[in-house]
């Protein structure tokens, strides 16, 4: 499928082997979510809009390009997702951010939204769906059909890690969404869970077990 792109990077191969470790704390853990983020941003963002500046250097005036300040917003998939909002905000600091709540029923494995706010004239914009996981699909399939029906027409989703069953889910879900994996894993066991996977990502950002 043309829409998946999965990340072959030295270095992040290298944080991913760190973040699977189960010794590496929260801190660390956390920081690490951001900068593999910060690395999948620079090329998520190659084909981000750009508009000419005049700009005056210390020798004379040229004309530059930038990505407009309103253009680009962050939507984070609750919880674990808000662990990646920095490692976006580090490459464009003044993009808005949005908020998709969804957990999931532990019997049906089935994502439930409970929480949706966006900002303000988020359909013209760039938005980067984010989750550290891409299990099952769900989370991401629902909350990309809710950022479209709100009239959202560019959408790019991150992930750090991907389970081959979700990928394939999203790619053919939403065929017109460009996905960034950094890293594929094997598979799903019967609980939903990724393998070999890194645990429960919002868990270990904010201490919760």
Known sequence: MNNIFVFDHPLIKHKVSILRDKSTGMKEFRELIEEVTTIMTYEAMRDVSLVPVEVETPLEKTVCFRVPEESVAIVPILRAGLGMVNGVHRVFPTARVGHIGMYRDEETLEPQEYYCKL??????????????MLATG???CDALTALKKRGVKKIKFMAIIGAPEGVARVAKEHPDVPIYISTLDRCLNENGYILPGLGDAGDRLYGTK
């Open 119 to 132: 900002p303000e004239g988020i359909e013209n914009k760039t938005v980067f769906l984010v989750d550290p």
């Open 138 to 140: 769900g989370s991401a």
